[in-house]
T-cell receptor
Framework: EPEVTQTPSHQVTQMGQEVILRCVPI?????FYWYRQILGQKVEFLVS????????KSEIFDDQFSVERPDGSNFTLKIRSTKLEDSAMYFC?????????????FGPGTRLLVL | AQSVTQPDIHITVSEGASLELRCNYS??????LFWYVQSPGQGLQLLLK??????LVQGIKGFEAEFKRSQSSFNLRKPSVHWSDAAEYFC????????????FGQGTELSVKP
C-alpha cells in the first residue's frame, strides 16, 4: 500500500538555524499538506499546496516558513531561522483532493527539537 | 468557528472490554468527520470517516463510529479492545474545499490493561 514518507525522523538544531523537512507524498496525489503538533497540544494545520502554489495557510505559517516541491516526488518545509517554539512533531500529508472531504494520508512525522 | 473537542485526554480499559471515545464538533453544516490513530513512532492512520448517508460507519481494525447530528458527536467504539489498540486517537473535521485543512481534536490516549 502506498504511503507518505518523511525524513529525517528526528532533527535537533540550534535556535536561529535553518532546517528543511522532507516528505515524499503518495505518487498520484495532487494536494500536499504540512501540519504540526507541539507536545501536549492539538495537531495544527500549517499549509496546503497544489499545482506548485500554496492553496491555504494558517496564521502560524509566517515568513519564516516556506514550502517547495523541488522535483516530481519531494515536498519540503523550510524553517529559515528556527525558534524554540518551533519544537514540535511535523506531519506531511497528501490527498487526491478531487472533492471536499477527501482523505488526507499522513506520514510518520519528523520530530524537531530546537535548542 | 469550526472546532473539535475530545473530552477525555487519557482512557484506560481492560483487554476484552468495550471502548467508546468521545468526539464533539462545532460546524454550521453537515461535517466531514474522521478518526485517525497514531501508534508510537507511526504516522496518523485513518480508521474511518463519515461523509453522508448511514450514520453508523465501519472502519478498520473492528472500529465503528456513529454520527449524531442532534448531539454534534462522532464517537468511536469497539466492542472488544485488544492490547495492540493502545495508541492515541484523533478526531478531525473537514476539509470543506479542495486543498482545505483538517481540524483536529486534542487526542485521546488509550491504555489497555492486560
Amino acid at each position: 500500500e502506498p504511503e507518505v514518507t518523511q525524513t529525517p525522523s528526528h532533527q535537533v538544531t540550534q535556535m536561529g538555524q535553518e532546517v528543511i523537512l522532507r516528505c515524499v507524498p503518495i505518487s498520484n496525489h495532487l494536494y500536499f499538506y504540512w501540519y504540526r503538533q507541539i507536545l501536549g497540544q492539538k495537531v495544527e494545520f500549517l499549509v496546503s499546496f497544489y499545482n506548485n502554489e500554496i492553496s491555504e495557510k494558517s496564521e502560524i505559517f509566517d515568513d519564516q516558513f516556506s514550502v517547495e516541491r523541488p522535483d516530481g516526488s519531494n515536498f519540503t518545509l523550510k524553517i529559515r531561522s528556527t525558534k524554540l517554539e518551533d519544537s514540535a512533531m511535523y506531519f506531511c500529508a497528501s490527498s487526491d483532493q478531487l472533492e471536499a472531504g477527501e482523505t488526507q494520508y499522513f506520514g510518520p512525522g519528523t520530530r524537531l527539537l530546537v535548542l | 468557528a469550526q472546532s473539535v473537542t475530545q473530552p477525555d485526554i487519557h482512557i484506560t480499559v481492560s483487554e476484552g472490554a468495550s471502548l467508546e471515545l468521545r468526539c464533539n464538533y462545532s460546524y454550521g453544516a453537515t461535517p466531514y468527520l474522521f478518526w485517525y490513530v497514531q501508534s508510537p513512532g507511526q504516522g496518523l492512520q485513518l480508521l474511518l470517516k463519515y461523509f453522508s448517508g448511514d450514520t453508523l460507519v465501519q472502519g478498520i481494525k473492528g472500529f465503528e463510529a456513529e454520527f449524531k447530528r442532534s448531539q454534534s458527536s462522532f464517537n468511536l467504539r469497539k466492542p472488544s479492545v485488544h492490547w495492540s489498540d493502545a495508541a492515541e486517537y484523533f478526531c478531525a473535521v473537514g476539509p470543506y474545499n479542495q486543498g482545505g485543512k483538517l481540524i483536529f481534536g486534542q487526542g485521546t490516549e488509550l491504555s489497555v490493561k492486560p
